[in-house]
């Protein structure tokens, strides 16, 4: 995989903050450079939820080992889940309603297939 992708980060973003987000990608997979608003990274952007509970906003990646959610928490600056397998991306946020946003788009996407419900 050789696309780039950016997480933005908030215009209220502290250093701390940026520093967080930069170091859990890189956790994940290579970090290219970052800038007041962003981070970029390997890896392509497959979706996005928000606001959900204190979630200002969260973006789905997919990389080249796996799949990313980055997400800005209003309390807590921003958090980072990985996954090999999209299917258990969500389960890295503890948040049932944030977890039920991730998987909604995931499927919205086609990365999840669809699921149905029994009559």
């Given at each position: ?21 930069r170091r859990e990608i890189a956790k994940h997979t ?90």
């Amino acid at each position: 995989m050789s696309e780039t992708t950016e997480f933005p980060l908030p215009y209220d973003a502290s250093d701390d903050e940026r520093a967080t987000a930069r170091r859990e990608i890189a956790k994940h997979t290579e970090v290219l450079g970052d800038a007041d608003r962003a981070i970029r990274f390997v890896g392509r952007s497959i979706g996005q939820t928000g606001p959900v509970w204190h979630f200002q906003y969260t973006r789905l990646y997919r990389l080249p080992n796996g799949y990313l959610a980055a997400a800005r928490d209003l309390h807590e600056g921003v958090k980072v889940a990985f996954a090999a397998d999209a299917a258990d991306l969500a389960a890295g946020f503890e948040n049932p309603l944030v977890r039920e946003f991730i998987e909604d788009e995931l499927r919205f996407r086609n990365v999840l297939a669809p699921q149905h419900v029994a009559d």
